[in-house]
């Protein structure tokens, strides 16, 4: 699961969550998001998350998530931050770079005041939900692995721009175009054949989506909200 994946099935789930109906009203405000939420899965081991708010849905999606990739959720996490070199070796450097050369962390940080409040909650629901499950497997997990923040989830979502912006076919093309020493560069050419090469095939990411039942929703259509990613397109709808 790539990274692009990772957070972008977060903010499709978090799209999705606003989505249903408030059929379950918590009768305690001061009730713990754990108890707000239960988590089944089903024989193929997929986690089906009913909460009683959106922030607690979140909570129950970080943790059935952490259940499965802990480890794996964890390394992106400290990618994110800038912070992966330190303690999973130098072949993290260059990102690391690119996210404090891009302050992402500290940039989601301050954009989470900013956030609409239900985003704001589905977040740190999240972040929650992960902790949960770190702080009870402490044990079985890596000593790298650590707790998070909701500010932590959003710079996950971000991690692919500065990336994105030096990919490799991206570089290689803008090298090939501009050679060191080179002439001045003439005007564009007029667009001709854009559809796309192997090479920037090579550069895409994977694609998700997320489904939700007519019974979860407002207006009681099911709904599908798909990302795809190949050929640098994306989707969303919903059947009814």
């Not at 990274?3 to 969550?17: I, P, V």
């Not at 998530?65 to 964890?74: L, N, P, S, W």
């Not at 996490?77 to 070199?85: K, M, P």
């Not at 740190?124 to 902790?131: D, K, L, R």
Request: glycine share 8%; proline share 6%.
């Amino acid at each position: 699961m790539s990274s692009s994946r990772a957070a972008r099935l977060l903010l499709t789930a978090a799209l999705c969550a606003s989505a249903l109906p408030a059929v379950l009203v918590p009768l305690d405000a001061d009730k713990p998001l754990a108890d707000r939420v239960v988590i089944r899965r089903d024989t193929f081991g997929v986690p089906h998350i009913v909460g009683e708010t959106e922030a607690a849905v979140a909570f129950g999606f970080g943790y059935a998530q952490a259940e499965d990739h802990a480890a794996e959720m964890a390394r992106r996490f400290l990618a994110a931050r800038g912070d992966a070199a330190k303690h999973l070796g130098p072949s993290y450097l260059d990102n690391d770079l690119a996210m404090r050369r891009w302050d992402n962390i500290g940039e989601s940080r301050r954009a989470m005041a900013s956030l609409d409040r239900t985003f704001r909650e589905v977040l740190e629901g999240f972040a929650a939900g992960y902790n949960l499950y770190v702080r009870g497997h402490r044990g079985t997990l890596p000593p790298w692995v650590a707790e998070i923040t909701g500010a932590d989830a959003l710079a996950l979502t971000h991690t692919d721009a500065p990336n994105d912006a030096a990919s490799p076919s991206l570089t290689r093309a803008l090298q090939q175009k501009y050679p060191e020493g080179g002439a001045v560069p003439r005007a564009p050419e007029p667009a001709g054949d854009t559809r796309p090469t192997d090479e920037s095939r090579a550069d895409t990411h994977g694609s998700n989506a997320i489904a939700l039942s007519g019974t979860r929703t407002t207006s009681g259509a099911p709904c599908c909200s798909a990302i795809r990613t190949s050929a640098g397109s994306s989707s969303t709808g919903k059947r009814t």
